[in-house]
């Protein structure tokens, strides 16, 4: 399959190229496009065998459901069976934005997109060329990440291109996303609601509209999630990545430093990721160490992990050690796609 690139100015939006790219989704083709969060990968929502053409072009497991993208409020009515008061309150809030949430569904929504549960995940992203994508295919789009399943998630269009060059129909290019991490998840099919995945919007900013949010405990290998991101090992690099975690930054240098001689004696080619109050007390040297931000600024951080674990892909690293964040506000997010990333691989003093 040959895949068509457009480059599009998300600030002078070439209607143009929408409308070749909604016309392959009414085709029932798939197009990643970008979104605030990170690069989706698009199809008609409610063609089940376009739907299907996601999971191949991933290579996703089945039973990891879809999320469906609306531009619209009234477009809701067609996909969920419900919108309970609290979910009003928060649309009102955070939408558009990186907020997703779990509602029953109506017969409208194929069995594909939700793995086969009574339950749909609804966002509406904030990115123009999202919306103006969504508004011109005239259906909602079922996207998860545009990424081979398992990998780090995309932030640029080249991460998509690496990926999924041949396997899809377009590729919208609009530069790099806004966050770099995937929409929070918030289920609120029933009487309390379950953070499924931290995100863009934290949990602190949900309890100050709702009340408590109680979080969703572990997926088990029989059950299917109720959100992507659950159950699978995600955005994992190529070499096996450890998380180091400790109090204070000058207590992280002093394991990573450890680390890192022991792995080089072992003969192993290491990768760091550190904050810049971690790098100032390092003496070691790794043979690649990529700085992700401040530790006083995790949305820098957040914005700047998946760009960093595909960066080291491309090197010659065969363990990388990532320094753990405080898992307060964005930085719950950001641990969240750490542990997975490194199968729940955790290294405390």
């Known amino acids: 399959m040959q895949t068509q690139l457009w480059k599009v100015d998300p600030n002078n939006i070439d209607q143009e190229i929408i409308a070749q790219a909604a016309e392959l989704i009414k085709r029932g083709e798939v ?11 698009g199809a008609d929502g409610l063609n089940p065998d376009a739907v299907r053409a996601i999971f191949t072009a991933k290579g996703r497991p089945a039973d990891n459901p879809l999320i469906l993208h609306i531009c619209r ?17 928060l649309m009102e809030r955070f939408w558009p934005g990186p907020l997703t949430v779990v509602l029953p569904r109506t017969e409208l929504v194929p069995d594909v997109v939700t793995a086969g549960l009574d339950t749909v995940a609804i966002r509406m992203p904030s990115h123009p060329v999202a919306q103006a994508l969504i508004a011109a295919s005239g259906v909602p789009l079922a996207a998860p990440s545009a990424n081979l ?24 290019d609009a530069g790099p996303v806004e966050i770099g991490l995937e929409s929070t998840v918030l289920d609120l099919s029933g009487e309390v609601p379950y953070l499924l995945r931290p995100g863009g919007i934290s949990r602190e900013q949900l309890e100050a509209v709702l009340g408590e949010v109680r979080i969703a405990g572990e997926v088990e290998d029989q059950e299917t999630p109720k959100a992507p991101g659950m159950k699978y090992r995600h955005y994992a690099p190529r070499a096996p990545l450890y998380v180091v975690s400790a109090e204070t930054s000058a207590e992280i240098a002093a394991l990573l430093q450890s680390l890192v001689n022991e792995a080089q004696r072992g003969g192993e080619r290491v990768g760091l990721i550190v904050s810049e109050e971690t790098r100032a007390f390092l003496t070691v040297e790794a043979a ?21 674990l595909r960066d080291l892909d491309q090197t010659a690293v065969t363990v ?17 796609r750490l542990y997975k990333a490194a199968g729940g691989r955790l290294i405390t003093p």
């Open 31 to 41: 197009v990643a496009f970008p979104t605030e969060t990170v690069y989706g990968l």
């Open 73 to 89: 409020i009234a477009d809701l009515s067609r996909i969920a069976a419900e919108i309970p008061d609290q979910a009003r309150q």
């Open 320 to 336: 990388i050690y990532a320094e753990g964040f405080p898992p307060t506000g964005v930085g719950a997010a950001v641990m969240n």
């Open 288 to 308: 690649e160490t990529r700085v992700i931000g401040s530790r006083e600024n995790l949305a820098e951080v957040a914005h700047n992990l998946f760009g960093i």
């Open 149 to 172: 399943s398992g990998k780090p998630s995309p932030t640029r269009a080249e991460h998509v291109w690496e990926d999924l060059q041949g396997r899809i129909a377009g590729l919208i």
